[in-house]
């Protein structure tokens, strides 16, 4: 079965600084995607950044990147430059054989 | 914003009632999920179809159905509510499962008394 794993269930970070929320995940097989979603309070999923398992190089959009390791099996998102609208919960999930599978998710507190 | 709209958006309901949550997709997207979001375990795949009549059962399907006769709509039924089904459940949509990312209702919050 696949597997997504988010270790972390709160996380608090300091304005304009860096931060990184971790995910691991688990399958057997070569082709797979990586998705990172947000949820602010007000409920709504948020596409924030794409790796697909073929891909050589990390994604990144914007202020979002992805750090995809995958020997080890991770792909930790990394949030530059934090900015109070970033707290909000965040999703790790991952694609497979027409199926998504969605960790627990992380919540990030940044303050001022 | 990709068109898909979950109707009703709040019910609440009784223990042993069934219930039907609507999702409707204006992009002619093949795929179609169903998840519920409840705290501590993110959200979980309930069923999920790749086709007009083509539904499969996801995580945890028990105690739901579905139903896909047009390709814009895609059905979620409780046939007989219990206090555990209690949950946030959204409705996602992609164009393809490869390289495809979902696109999420707005969610419907249900409540089982």
Sequence with gaps: AQKITQTQPGMFVQEKEAVTLDCTYDTSDPSYGLFWYKQPSSGEMIFLIYQGSYDQQNATEGRYSLNFQKARKSANLVISASQLGDSAMYFCAMSHAGKFYFGSGTKLNVKP | ?113
Excluded at chain 2, 52 to 67: I, L, P, Q
Aim: aromatic share 10%.
């Design chain 2, 1 to 113: 914003d990709a068109g898909i709209t979950q109707s009703p958006r709040h019910k609440v309901t009784e223990t042993g009632t069934p219930v039907t949550l609507r999702c409707h997709q204006t992009e002619n997207h093949r795929y179609m999920y169903w998840y519920r979001q409840d705290p501590g375990h993110g959200l979980r795949l309930i069923h999920y179809s790749y086709g007009v009549k083509d539904t499969d059962k996801g995580e945890v399907s028990d105690g739901y159905s579905v139903s896909r006769s047009k390709t814009e709509d895609f059905l979620l039924t409780l046939e007989s509510a219990t206090s555990s089904q209690t949950s946030v459940y959204f409705c996602a949509i992609s164009r393809a499962t490869s390289g495809e990312k979902l696109f999420f209702g707005s969610g419907t919050q249900l409540s089982v008394l």
